[in-house]
């Protein structure tokens, strides 16, 4: 083999290596980390709502109880991620979140946008959240009886005619202003 082609043929394996670590290595690590956050603060909550809004207003939410409490655990499997770290889609209008509150009163949020499978914790960024969350997430609050809609049902004036259902469990939606 000539040395020109070993040096070109070793340049390409390193930058494969390169391309493999930024475009898996990364993604998954984010989300191991977010994952972790996420347990952390339900495992340690004192308690633990899903909720699905609209703007400053709950339309359905759910206190989960302790035992209840696994299937965030479940929704949030460990997952190899691949993309493009600081991708995202400029979209991000999310209308569903855990919450998780503590012993002293502090809050902590996972939103998800289920238009764009984007999520966002309270103090980071938007990510794409893996391919293998997408329907165990939306399980997730199906299974609690808290409705994933279509984006436009979000975005339409509000009116006793046109309310958005709330569910049982769910406080009424005051549409008086």
């Given at each position: 083999m000539s040395p020109r082609r070993s040096h070109w043929l070793r340049w390409f394996r390193w930058s494969c290596i390169f391309l493999v670590c930024w475009v898996i290595g990364v993604p998954t690590l984010q989300v191991l980390w977010i994952r972790h956050q996420v347990l952390s603060a339900v495992r340690s909550a004192q308690?633990?709502?899903?909720?699905?809004?609209?703007g400053?207003?709950?339309l359905t939410k759910v206190e989960l109880t302790s035992e209840q409490r696994a299937a965030v655990r479940a929704a949030l499997p460990i997952v190899p991620d691949i993309g493009l770290p600081g991708v995202i889609a400029l979209?991000?209008?999310?209308?569903?979140?855990?919450?998780?509150?503590?012993?002293?009163?502090?809050?902590f949020t996972f939103t998800v946008c289920f238009g764009c499978d984007e999520a966002k914790i309270e103090q980071g960024s938007i990510f794409m959240t893996p391919l293998l969350w997408h329907s165990s997430l939306r399980q997730l609050f199906t299974d609690h009886n808290i409705p994933i809609r279509a984006l436009s049902d979000y975005y339409k004036p509000v009116s006793p005619d046109n309310a958005p259902e709330p569910t049982a469990s769910a406080p009424s939606v005051s549409t008086n202003k």
């Open positions: 308690s633990v709502r899903l909720e699905e809004f609209r400053g207003v709950v979209c991000f209008s999310p209308h569903h979140r855990i919450i998780a509150r503590d012993a002293s009163g502090e809050e």
